[in-house]
C-alpha cells in the first residue's frame, strides 16, 4: 500500500493521536462512558470527521437483545464531541445544548457497529455536528441503525482576573 493511500485510509495521523489521547485519558474519568465504550477504537480521523468501531456486548443491548436506544443517544452524544475535538485539537468539547436521535434498525450482541461523527459547523458559541452509527457486516459498513444531531455551547470561559 502507497503512503499516500495508506495515509488517506487512515486520516490525519495527528488529529487521530489526539483524538486516540482523549478516549484513553477521558473515558476513564466519565462512569457511562468507560461503562459502554472501554472498547472503542477509532478507525479514522481528520478534521471534522471521527469513525470509530466497537463491538456490542450484553452491557450495549435491552431486554429483546437489540441495541439499546440509550445507548444509541449516549453514542451520539460521545461521537458529537470526538468529532468537534478533530475541528481544532481541542480538549474541550462543550456542554450538550440538543441531541435528536433517530432509530431506523438494529444490531444485537456480538455484532460490530462503524461510529461516524460528522462536526458539520463548529462556530465561536455553537457547535453542530450529525453522527450514523452502522452496522459492520462482513468487515464492510452496512445498514444505519441510527442517526443523530448533537448541537454543543462550545464558547470557552476566559479564566478569571
Same mark, same amino acid.
Given at each position: 500500500?502507497?503512503?499516500?493511500?495508506?495515509?488517506?485510509?487512515?486520516?490525519?495521523?495527528?488529529?487521530?493521536?489526539?483524538?486516540?489521547?482523549?478516549?484513553?485519558?477521558?473515558?476513564?474519568?466519565?462512569?457511562?462512558?468507560?461503562?459502554?465504550?472501554? =472498547?472503542?477504537?477509532?478507525?479514522?480521523? %481528520?478534521?471534522?470527521? $471521527?469513525?470509530?468501531? *466497537?463491538?456490542? @456486548? +450484553?452491557?450495549?443491548?435491552?431486554?429483546?437483545?437489540?441495541?439499546?436506544?440509550?445507548?444509541?443517544?449516549?453514542?451520539?452524544?460521545?461521537?458529537?464531541?470526538?468529532?468537534?475535538?478533530?475541528?481544532?485539537?481541542?480538549?474541550?468539547?462543550?456542554?450538550?445544548?440538543?441531541?435528536?436521535?433517530?432509530?431506523?434498525?438494529?444490531?444485537?450482541?456480538? =455484532?460490530?457497529?462503524?461510529?461516524?461523527? %460528522?462536526?458539520?459547523? $463548529?462556530?465561536?458559541? *455553537?457547535?453542530? @455536528? +450529525?453522527?450514523?452509527?452502522?452496522?459492520?457486516?462482513?468487515?464492510?459498513?452496512?445498514?444505519?441503525?441510527?442517526?443523530?444531531?448533537?448541537?454543543?455551547?462550545?464558547?470557552?470561559?476566559?479564566?478569571?482576573?
Amino acid at each position: 500500500m502507497s503512503d499516500d493511500v495508506q495515509e488517506s485510509s487512515r486520516g490525519d495521523e495527528t488529529i487521530r493521536s489526539h483524538i486516540e489521547h482523549l478516549v484513553n485519558t477521558n473515558l476513564p474519568n466519565s462512569a457511562i462512558y468507560n461503562f459502554l465504550l472501554s =472498547d472503542v477504537r477509532i478507525v479514522f480521523a %481528520t478534521r471534522g470527521t $471521527v469513525k470509530a468501531r *466497537l463491538t456490542l @456486548t +450484553r452491557n450495549h443491548v435491552n431486554s429483546s437483545g437489540g441495541i439499546h436506544g440509550a445507548v444509541s443517544a449516549a453514542i451520539t452524544d460521545w461521537a458529537g464531541g470526538m468529532a468537534i475535538a478533530t475541528w481544532d485539537l481541542r480538549a474541550k468539547t462543550g456542554v450538550s445544548v440538543d441531541i435528536h436521535v433517530r432509530y431506523l434498525s438494529s444490531a444485537r450482541e456480538g =455484532d460490530e457497529v462503524e461510529i461516524e461523527g %460528522t462536526a458539520e459547523k $463548529v462556530g465561536g458559541s *455553537l457547535a453542530f @455536528t +450529525r453522527i450514523v452509527i452502522s452496522k459492520v457486516v462482513d468487515g464492510v459498513v452496512g445498514p444505519v441503525i441510527a442517526s443523530g444531531t448533537h448541537t454543543k455551547y462550545v464558547k470557552l470561559r476566559e479564566p478569571p482576573k
